[in-house]
Every structure is written in C-alpha cells, then in structure tokens.
C-alpha cells in the first residue's frame, strides 16, 4: 500500500537539488586546483620530495579518516574466520556509503572473495578532470592516495593498488583493493613506487 504522508520530490525540487550538487563540484574542482597550484609552487621552489610529502599527509589523513570507525579486534576475528567476509562487507559498505565523494567520483565496485579483492572502476571523477585542466597529474595522484591511507583500516593487510589512472592517460580508473599474503606485499603494493605519484611513467 502508497504511504500518503511521503512526498514524492517534483521537478523544481529535484533542479535545485541538481545545481546544489554542481555547486558541490565546482567547489571540489576548486579545491583540487588550488592544492595543484600550491604544490607546484613548492614543488618548483624545493624540489620533488615535496610530493613525497604531500602524499603521506594525504594518505595519514586517509588513516586517520578510517581509524575513527575501525575496530581492528573485530576485523581481525573476522579475517580468521573467512577473509572472504572482510571482502563482502567492504563492497557493501562502499555501496551503502552516501558521502559526497560518491558524486565527484562515479564508481562501480564488484566484489571478488575468492580472490581476497575487491575492484573499483570509474570512468567520471572530478578531482581528475580538475588536475587535467592544469595539467597537473602527477601532483593528482597525490591527491588520490588518501585513499591509500583509507584502504588498510579495514585490515593491516588491505593493500590499495591502480593499475589504471584516468591522471596517467588510462579510459578508467582501475583499483584494486586486495588482502595481501603478507605485511611485506602489503607494503609494496601499497607503495608511493607502486601505486603513488612515483608509479606515474
């Protein structure tokens, strides 16, 4: 049965609510152009280690986020009773998440348990529409590793790779977030060299 009480929005209503989030993507692509223009700055005035730098913060703040709702015991129990379950409830998370980064990057996620993975696509994204338009990319992929820092949260041995970028020329982004065997590969995959602004050819 209808419940009458809920009002279905009209079209004015959803127009207003489709320039509030143009709005919210201007400001983003904003945000992003002036984090490429500062770090080019220092970048020209101290050399390439800033981006080193720029990354890690990116990828502490990333932890950081991700610690505030982490609870490693629970993790942990979980991993020893199925790792394949840390993988099913990170795809459900990231489909259940409304926060606003799901509207500057589109994605699509597809969960792989019997390989300890769980893969994200996306073809939209924009911060990296934002670094292109100031032929920045590599200073992008900074920017992107936050997520770097996000990823692991869920487990010690989550590790976040791209073997796609739209910022390196590729027709998608293409991460790969994966339970590695060990801390060693979870390191490496998850490494400024294998994933970060150094991975950039």
């Given at each position: 049965m209808k419940d009458e009480s809920v009002q279905t929005?009209?079209?004015?209503?959803?127009?207003?609510?489709?320039?509030?989030?143009?709005?919210?993507?201007?400001?983003?692509?904003?945000?992003?152009?002036?984090?490429?223009?500062?770090?080019?700055?220092?970048?020209?005035?101290?050399?390439?280690?800033?981006?080193?730098?720029?990354?890690?913060?990116?990828?502490?703040h990333g932890r950081y986020n991700g610690e505030m709702s982490a609870d490693y015991a629970?993790?942990?129990?979980?991993?020893?009773?199925d790792p394949a379950i840390l993988i099913r409830e990170m795809d459900e998370y990231w489909?259940?998440?409304?926060?606003?980064?799901?509207?500057?990057?589109?994605?699509?996620?597809?969960?792989?348990?019997?390989?300890?993975?769980?893969?994200?696509?996306?073809?939209?994204?924009?911060?990296?529409e934002a670094f292109r338009s100031v032929k920045e990319e590599r200073?992008?992929?900074?920017?992107?590793?936050q997520d770097m820092g996000y990823t692991p949260t869920f487990h010690p041995l989550f590790a976040q790779y791209m073997p796609m970028h739209l910022l390196k020329g590729d027709g998608c982004c293409y991460q790969i977030r994966k339970l590695a065997e060990t801390p060693e590969e979870q390191e490496r995959l998850n490494s400024i060299e294998h994933t970060g602004w150094r991975s950039f050819r």
């Open positions: 929005p009209g079209a004015r209503e959803k127009l207003d609510s489709y320039e509030a989030v143009m709005r919210g993507d201007k400001a983003a692509q904003f945000r992003a152009v002036v984090y490429a223009k500062l770090l080019r700055a220092m970048t020209d005035e101290f050399g390439e280690d800033v981006l080193d730098i720029a990354e890690n913060v990116r990828r502490e629970e993790a942990e129990r979980k991993y020893r009773e489909h259940g998440n409304p926060v606003i980064w799901s509207r500057t990057c589109i994605c699509d996620f597809i969960p792989n348990p019997d390989e300890r993975r769980h893969e994200l696509r996306s073809v939209k994204c924009t911060y990296g200073i992008g992929i900074t920017w992107c590793c």
